[in-house]
């Protein structure tokens, strides 16, 4: 599995790469927004932080095909290298994925609903398609299972398009999103915490500890 942690909080994003093995960063507006800071800064300290290597997904705001590319150029110039630009899939968002990609620019299809979305984005050239799950199951539709079903479309089309699914509020979607194929999660940085916690584990160091704290003279 491929963990990105889902932020524009660069002291949590900070602590996140120190402890978990994560691939990358995604953000998106709304994220930009609480942390109430001006983008081309804020995403230029997340890749200080997190280095060269690392995957930085960055969404575009414009609703125009010909903006969107434009914005797509700037997004990678400030955003350097392992840059994928997040486009909406909406028409004007479909016919920017192509312009982009031709451009050689890495695109992470977004705002994804339905499996129809993400195989027509796929196509089109996305590398990364991103099904909100939880935002699905607030309208009654099982995100799992959308994200299940998108895997399975893109694994039988043969297509190289990875899910990246995103929008969770609980350890049992990431879970199950795991058993249905989807190869990466975005989490928020809350998440990670909760994700490998166990009271049993605890007390299992806890009485490791105890145990040998005056044996272990190295
Ligand atoms: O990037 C999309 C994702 O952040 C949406 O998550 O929690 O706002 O549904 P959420």
Redo the contacts with the bound molecule.
Sequence with gaps: MKYMV?SADVRAIKKINEYYPISGV?T?P??VFEAGRDLKTLIREIREIIGPEKMLHVQTLSLKAKDIVAEAGRIVDFAGPNTYVKIPVTPEGMKAIMAVKAQGIGVTA?AIFTPQQALMAATAGADFV?P?I??LDNIAVNGVEIAGQIADLLRTAGSPCEVLA????NIEQIHMTSLHGVGVV?I?PKMFEKIIYHPLTDIAVEDFVAKGKDLYNI
């Design positions: 889902d995604t998106n709304s994220l977004t991103a909100y939880n935002r995103a929008s969770f509020n975005t928020s």
